[in-house]
């Protein structure tokens, strides 16, 4: 069984590209305002949880219908205080 064969610009210590990051930016990242608006109008079913990525707390927010609103304005104020994120870990675009 022969070898496999390593791409020229890894065999030479040059990236294959000069855009590729060690580290790149996530492309997915969440915007606060959408974030903001969905807490707002519609966070009392769980649909802000539900954008972030929170699939099974969305759930829960659901059922209890934000967990009698009370979770609805914890969240809110999370929200409003720059702690939100989402599932990753991720801090919101403003």
């Given amino acids: 069984m022969p070898w496999p064969q390593v791409p020229q610009a890894l065999s030479s210590g040059v990236p294959a590209h000069p855009s590729h ?5 996530p492309h997915d990242l969440k915007s606060f ?3 903001l608006l969905l807490s707002l109008f519609f966070g009392i079913f769980g649909a802000d949880r539900f954008y972030l990525g929170k699939y099974g707390t969305g759930i829960l927010k659901l059922i209890t219908i934000g967990g009698c ?3 609805w304005v914890i969240d809110l104020i999370i929200l409003l205080c720059g702690g939100q994120r989402d599932a990753r870990g991720n801090r919101l675009l403003i």
């Fill in 33 to 35: 305002w959408i974030v």
């Fill in 69 to 71: 609103g009370i979770w």
């Fill in 21 to 25: 990051n060690v580290y790149p930016i």
